[in-house]
């Protein structure tokens, strides 16, 4: 097996790395499409709000067990706030475990509306995918990860990978936007009806959106043969973002003869990350891991060339 080179020492030649943390890039390094002016970044507690210059943090995958596969992990926070310790940073620290090269997206979000967000993340596959030798990952092994809100943008991913409002009109453009998978942690999906989270939909689309963006957003009706292939995580407890999302997403999947798997577990709150005693909820880290291992995506890939 050929060795890669440790995405981690690669990112410090990236050009546009940060010179306070080489492993953070800047998502838009010509500049933010439609930048405004909002103040500053708000970091605290384990989350951030308030973003204007989306960047990727690269987590490297452990140091005897680098696999060739890349997944994007995007924060839940109803598109107000990213609960970046919780369901970004933890989740990469656990992925590096497996051999995965993951880079925690953190993306537009109220203050932007759509399509920021879609733009921010179809930008980072696009990057990753341009970038795989770099990375030492295979640019067909990249995937999407999100958690509530940050399972409906992962989503949007994996359905509206080729649609217009996701293009900025750069070269990278050109580069597809499709994720090779999906890892959705109990993702808003719905936009209307009673499964919805009115507080997403808000942030997302304003107070009155549009009939055609609440379609375009509801995401189960926007899958296709074309979706990636995806695992879904969900709790019968999760009063915030009903399980219908999942099952609605699931059944969209199985229609459009997408390969899906779904676990429905009946303890654990929203946002539950990867508590204990939560029965066996808490073992859906072990769940997904088969799943990944089930699709080949653990096992050592070549290096991209």
Request: hydrophobic share 40%.
């Amino acid at each position: 097996m050929k060795k890669f080179i440790l995405p981690i020492l690669l990112a410090m030649t990236f050009s546009c790395a940060s010179a306070a943390n080489p492993n953070v890039f800047p998502l838009w390094p010509e500049g933010v499409p439609g930048l405004k002016d909002i103040g500053p970044e708000q970091n605290g507690k384990g989350y951030i709000q308030n973003t204007s210059n989306p960047t990727l943090t690269l987590v490297g995958p452990a140091v005897d067990r680098p696999n060739g596969t890349a997944i994007i992990v995007a924060p839940g926070g109803g598109y107000v706030r990213q609960s970046v310790d919780r369901e970004g940073t933890q989740y990469a620290t656990w992925l590096s475990t497996l051999g995965v090269t993951t880079f925690v997206l953190n993306y537009r979000m109220q203050e932007y509306g759509h399509p920021a967000p879609l733009q921010d993340v179809l930008r980072a596959v696009r990057l990753i995918r341009s970038r795989a030798a770099e990375f030492g990952i295979d640019p067909n092994r990249i995937g999407v990860m999100g958690s509530s809100a940050g399972g409906h943008l992962a989503a949007s991913a994996g359905t509206l990978f080729d649609n217009p409002a996701g293009r900025t009109g750069t070269a990278l453009d050109k580069v597809s936007a499709r994720p090779d998978f999906l890892v959705l942690m109990y993702p808003v999906i719905a936009m209307e009806g009673p499964a919805a989270h009115m507080g997403s939909r808000k942030a997302l689309m304003g107070d009155k959106p549009s009939k055609e963006l609440v379609q375009l957003m509801s995401i189960d009706r926007q899958v296709t043969p074309q979706t990636p292939p995806t695992l879904l995580i969900h709790t019968q407890a999760d009063t915030a973002v009903p399980v219908e999302n999942s099952v609605l997403f699931y059944q969209a999947l199985t229609k459009n003869k997408v390969p899906a798997e779904m676990y429905l577990f009946e303890q654990g709150a929203h946002g539950m990350g990867m508590r204990d005693g939560l029965a066996n909820a808490s073992q859906w880290p072990r769940r997904a891991e088969e799943w990944l291992r089930a699709r080949g995506l653990l096992t050592p890939a070549a290096p991209a060339k």
